[in-house]
């Protein structure tokens, strides 16, 4: 069960830990990381960046069959404010609303994510592999924002 949660209901948390995959052993690390692979997308397309799993606490464990209560700690909405990048070809940069970044807006991570792909595009196109983009934020609790850095290593041409 979680605790905790206001933007998701305990049930549709439960829902998404379901769908993520087969049920684990209780490995205090191995659990922490299924259930941040699990809830972290569902919290960044709400703008909650700064999620985290404050407390795992085994209710019972028996055999294999294991009863957890979760508290999460949701954290604020940030909007995304910038976006910038390291690009070693092309030289560092920003980007504009026009590229397709919600700049302004609630910072969704499945339309921020949706950016960086179509950013990643432009080094396939140029005949670069193992594109690496590896996206960095900072967050200002104070003003709600996020400003979002792209470090960019282009791979092989």
């Known amino acids: 069960k979680f605790e905790g949660t206001a933007v998701f209901s305990s049930a549709q948390l439960e829902q998404m830990m379901r769908?993520?995959?087969?049920?684990?052993?209780?490995v205090p690390h191995r659990v922490r990381r299924?259930?941040?692979?699990?809830?972290?997308?569902?919290?960044?397309?709400?703008?909650?960046?700064?999620?985290?799993?404050?407390?795992?606490?085994?209710?019972?464990?028996?055999?294999?069959?294991?009863?957890?209560?979760?508290r999460l700690e949701e954290g604020p909405e940030f909007?995304?404010?910038?976006?910038?990048?390291?690009?070693?070809?092309?030289?560092?940069?920003?980007?504009?609303?026009?590229?397709?970044?919600?700049?302004?807006?609630l910072a969704n991570g499945r339309k921020v994510q949706a950016a960086v792909e179509r950013f990643s595009d432009r080094f396939s196109r140029r005949g670069y592999?193992?594109?690496?983009?590896?996206?960095?934020?900072?967050?200002?609790f104070a003003t709600g924002e996020a400003d979002l850095h792209l470090n960019v290593v282009p791979g092989k041409q």
């Open 34 to 70: 299924a259930i941040d692979l699990a809830l972290r997308p569902a919290y960044e397309e709400k703008g909650r960046l700064a999620m985290k799993i404050a407390e795992i606490e085994p209710d019972r464990i028996d055999g294999p069959e294991t009863t957890l209560t979760i």
């Open 79 to 105: 909007r995304l404010r910038s976006v910038r990048h390291d690009d070693p070809i092309d030289g560092p940069g920003s980007f504009a609303t026009s590229d397709g970044f919600p700049l302004g807006e």
């Open 19 to 26: 769908k993520s995959g087969p049920a684990i052993a209780y």
């Open 129 to 140: 592999v193992n594109v690496r983009l590896t996206p960095v934020y900072e967050l200002n």
